[in-house]
């Protein structure tokens, strides 16, 4: 909050009346006081000072107080400025018209000096409660923006909306979705001598660059378990093409590990797996809640990247029917469920 002595800004063509205002307030301790001598100098002395309040005289002869008043008024910077007006004018409608303009108050010369004191101790507590106020909504704001963002992050961005209009049971059907998980090769063992610090930079390096690629083609990450990344094409918004969309990123998921090694202090492989059909997805919690996703695809999502191989990505044949002849095909080859099924699946590359 400002802690500056507050300015008041006196504004009359009367050299005695502006004397006579600035020895009042000089007397009630005021220091920061400045005097135009007509509204247009009025005008430039608050487009270069901040005030706290103006004393405004009514009759000018550049340019009358009421419409030196309006121009303030009408500035979304000074509107807030409180402004007394001080006039020989006691005419109703005068003063009427000032009020609705937006004066703070109106007092007729000559002025009763206990009056005008106390008129002014008004109209700087009411500009110090509308500073505190506009203070406080401005951190409210901030805040807000600040939880919308983290949210956004945390949540897809029609998710978040729903929760901000007052949704609070999240839970949906995807009739056709491609599930894709990426995991490093040999985690384990690679990270056994590795500091906590450097292998969070690692991951972070890597991820990071995943959730780029993946913001490019709009699919939605859904989460990291250790060195597992799982992400899904095809919602929250719907995707005819997701299979193919999910293949490019798989791909580039393993084109940008290759291009991170030299910068890695322990050079990292991945392999992919992918399998598109049906899943089930909604939020999950009231304290770190997330948005995450169920059903058969998932789990064999999971083992197609199970069995694939290091810089390789492994689609399910579900996934492939769907790629048409962008891609090349090396299979077909069986994948065992846990369930006791046998799966047909295809390595993808691109072609050449």
């Known amino acids: 909050m400002a802690t500056e002595l507050p300015g008041i800004l006196i504004v009359d063509d009367n050299e005695d009346n502006r004397y006579t205002l600035q020895l009042l307030l000089e007397s009630d301790g005021h220091e920061r006081i400045s005097s135009a001598a007509g509204g247009n100098e009025a005008l430039a002395l608050i487009e270069k000072e901040r005030f706290s309040l103006v004393l405004l005289d009514l009759m000018m002869p550049d340019l009358n107080g009421d419409e030196v008043l309006k121009v303030i008024k009408s500035d979304p910077d000074n509107r807030d400025i409180p402004v007394v007006m001080i006039s020989a004018d006691t005419d109703a409608e005068k003063v009427s018209q000032c009020i609705e303009l937006g004066a703070d108050d109106y007092l007729p010369k000559p002025f009763n000096p206990t009056i005008l004191r106390a008129r002014i101790g008004a109209a700087l507590r009411r500009h110090s409660l509308r500073a505190l106020e506009n203070e406080y909504v401005g951190k409210v704001e901030s805040e807000k923006r600040h939880s919308e963002n983290l949210l956004r992050n945390i949540l897809p961005a029609e998710i978040a909306t729903r929760l901000r209009n007052g949704e609070s049971n999240i839970a949906d059907h995807f009739d056709d979705t491609t599930v894709i998980f990426a995991d490093i090769v040999g985690f384990g063992k690679i990270t056994a001598r590795m500091k906590a610090y450097e292998i969070v930079a690692c991951l972070n390096q890597l991820f990071s ?144």
């Open 209 to 352: 660059e995943f959730d780029r690629l993946a913001e490019e083609v709009g699919i939605e990450k859904i989460k990291t378990i250790g060195d597992n990344y799982m992400a899904v094409c095809g919602l929250p918004t719907p995707r005819s093409n997701h299979a193919r969309l999910a293949a490019k990123f798989a791909l580039d998921m393993v084109a940008a590990t290759a291009r991170l090694r030299p910068r890695l202090p322990v050079p990292f492989t991945i392999r992919v797996g992918l399998h598109s059909g049906p899943v089930m997805a909604g939020v999950i919690g009231t304290r770190k809640f997330a948005y995450d996703v169920w059903g058969d695809t998932v789990n064999i999502a999971a083992r197609m990247e199970g069995a694939s191989e290091p810089n390789r990505v492994l689609a399910s044949a579900a996934s492939v029917k769907a790629l048409g002849s962008e891609y090349t095909l090396d299979g077909p080859c069986n994948v065992d469920t846990k369930e006791g099924r046998v799966l047909e699946a295809f390595f993808v590359s691109r072609k050449s």
